[in-house]
């Protein structure tokens, strides 16, 4: 049987079964708190100051403090990977508002709480980065920018859950989320891209899409390789009428589509493109980032 996690929360380290967060924090009654998904490969996590910088960016557009420093937070990250004797994996780190009384005013809270948990996570088998995913357009829109802004990783995700649950209730395994004008901004956890005659798109950060950490390393990548890459208002059309259309994500990382709202995309199989960069992707990820040991 192996070990239990250890699970860091306000600098000590608990086994998952005992690792508890009090009933009156204010993440839990109200989703009021930041978070960041973090890859590591190989002994190396992944973009690491980036994923920090994030935070700390999401938590300030809240008036959410965190009780560190950016250096001590990416060394509870990486202390907690070593903990668990882990080499490949995923790291959920949540900054909470911490323990209150009941009712909204955060300013009741007593002071923030950190929680790191590094695990291992595969969030699709290894056949959909051969076959591609069936996506669907979700009921479900995206926030627009005069509520809580897109690029705020809130840990109040229901809209993204209830786009989740609608996308697996029609038979999809991916949800596409539009924004209130009807243009695509993402998935409910992914970014979007498209390839038409050989030039790379993908929605633009106002479209309401998270200008996300992977999604950044894969224009560098495309850019890098020669592609032509243009960030667009982008349609439901343009993603029917695609020759490929592949996500990015922390968890997902480089993933192909092969079918959207019933429509074949492309030849219905991974396309050259998408499977450039994905091997391009994955020799970054394993060569670079934040040592480990």
Do not use: W
């Not at 973009?47 to 960016?57: G, N, P, Q, S, V």
């Not at 959920?92 to 929680?115: D, H």
């Not at 990548?221 to 059309?237: D, H, K, N, T």
């Not at 993933?255 to 050259?272: F, L, S």
Request: charged share 25%.
């Amino acid at each position: 049987m192996s070990n239990p996690l250890q699970v860091y929360i306000d600098g000590e380290f608990f086994p998952e079964n005992e690792a508890k967060i009090s009933v009156f924090d204010h993440g839990l009654l109200y989703g009021d708190g930041v978070f960041e998904g973090i890859r590591f490969y190989n002994d190396r996590v992944f973009r690491l100051e980036e994923h920090i910088d994030r935070l700390f960016d999401s938590a300030k557009a809240i008036h959410l403090t965190i009780p560190a420093t950016p250096e001590e937070v990416i060394e509870m990250v990486v202390s907690t990977i070593r903990k668990n004797e882990l080499h490949d994996g995923y790291v959920r780190l949540l900054v909470t508002r911490g323990k209150g009384e009941l009712g909204l005013s955060p300013y009741r809270c007593e002071k923030a709480s950190l929680v790191v948990i590094a695990s291992t996570i595969s969030l699709y088998p290894a056949e959909k980065y051969e076959t591609g995913l069936i996506l669907a357009t979700c009921a479900t829109r995206r926030p627009t920018h005069d509520s809580l802004s897109p690029s705020v990783k809130s840990l109040n995700y229901l809209s993204n859950v209830m786009a989740k649950v609608e996308a697996l209730a029609s038979g999809a395994e991916e949800g596409v989320m539009l924004n209130t004008e009807g243009y695509v901004a993402e998935c409910t956890g992914d970014n979007i891209f498209v390839i038409k005659d050989g030039v790379i798109y993908t929605p633009t950060v106002a479209s309401g899409s998270l200008n996300g950490i992977t999604r950044k390393a894969v224009i560098e990548l495309a850019l890098e390789a020669g592609f032509e890459l243009r960030e667009i208002q982008m349609s439901r059309y343009d993603m029917y009428t695609a020759d490929e259309l592949f996500l990015t994500g922390t968890a997902a990382e480089v993933v192909p589509v092969a079918e959207y709202d019933k429509r074949v995309i492309g030849t219905g199989k991974t396309g050259p493109v998408t499977k450039q960069l994905l091997e391009a992707f994955r020799n970054l990820v394993q060569t670079t980032g934040t040592p480990i040991y």
